[in-house]
């Protein structure tokens, strides 16, 4: 990301949806608050974590956040070329950076606040839930994309100061796959899972 600042907006925000209770067809700003309020008492609980927030919160990101629709936009049009074993070890890999590198920067300190503005309805299936986080004295909007499915809201992708995680992701992964195709991502996100936990 562009900052410290900026990163830290994202991991709270990439996070912080993570834990939402499902619903069917529900209330999506419901969602958010629930699963906010959730995740930052895990990682603002007081308590001395005995493992990594990455493997606290795992279970409710991939709950709540459709890690199979943000890894195919994040690649774009060439997912269609991938074949069906390197779409799920992308998905497995892309999934795995995204927890390892937001959530395991959380750190000890003031919680965050978070004011909720009026959702925005994008289509029927479809809502942009703006807020903004509020953290030592500055403040960051932070929308997010949340999208229905499977009959649940489910989030599809981040915009943090006005930057979309997907579209970010993209800029990436667009020249891998113009150079090597598929097999340049997925040795890249191999390689930089390797780095990360390398330094743990």
Same mark, same amino acid.
């Given at each position: 990301?562009?900052?410290?600042?900026?990163? *830290?907006?994202?991991?709270?925000?990439?996070?912080?949806?993570? !834990? #939402?209770? %499902? $619903?069917?067809?529900?209330?999506?700003?419901?969602?958010?608050?629930?699963?906010?309020?959730?995740?930052?008492?895990?990682?603002?609980?007081?308590?001395?974590?005995?493992?990594?927030?990455?493997?606290?919160?795992?279970?409710?990101?991939?709950?709540?956040?459709?890690?199979?629709?943000?890894?195919?936009?994040?690649?774009?049009?060439?997912?269609?070329?991938?074949?069906?074993?390197?779409?799920?070890?992308?998905?497995?890999?892309?999934?795995?950076?995204?927890?390892?590198?937001?959530?395991?920067? *959380?750190?000890?300190?003031?919680?965050?606040?978070?004011?909720? !503005? #009026?959702? %925005? $309805?994008?289509?029927?299936?479809?809502?942009?839930?703006?807020?903004?986080?509020?953290?030592?004295?500055?403040?960051?909007?932070?929308?997010?994309?949340?999208?229905?499915?499977?009959?649940?809201?489910?989030?599809?992708?981040?915009?943090?100061?006005?930057?979309?995680?997907?579209?970010?992701?993209?800029?990436?992964?667009?020249?891998?796959?113009?150079?090597?195709?598929?097999?340049?991502?997925?040795?890249?996100?191999?390689?930089?899972?390797?780095?990360?936990?390398?330094?743990?």
């Amino acid at each position: 990301m562009r900052s410290i600042r900026l990163l *830290f907006a994202s991991i709270v925000s990439f996070a912080a949806l993570s !834990a #939402a209770t %499902v $619903v069917q067809s529900g209330d999506p700003q419901q969602v958010l608050r629930s699963g906010i309020d959730e995740v930052l008492g895990i990682v603002y609980s007081g308590k001395t974590p005995t493992q990594p927030f990455s493997v606290l919160v795992r279970p409710v990101l991939e709950k709540n956040f459709s890690f199979d629709v943000i890894t195919r936009r994040a690649v774009g049009p060439g997912w269609r070329q991938f074949s069906l074993a390197q779409q799920q070890r992308t998905t497995v890999l892309f999934t795995e950076l995204v927890i390892h590198t937001y959530a395991d920067r *959380f750190e000890a300190g003031a919680q965050p606040g978070i004011t909720y !503005a #009026a959702p %925005v $309805v994008l289509a029927p299936n479809k809502r942009e839930l703006p807020t903004t986080i509020d953290y030592a004295g500055k403040k960051y909007a932070v929308a997010y994309r949340m999208e229905l499915v499977s009959d649940q809201w489910r989030i599809c992708d981040v915009i943090i100061e006005g930057v979309s995680m997907i579209s970010n992701y993209r800029a990436q992964f667009d020249p891998m796959f113009q150079h090597g195709g598929a097999a340049e991502i997925i040795r890249s996100l191999e390689e930089k899972l390797v780095q990360i936990t390398a330094v743990k």
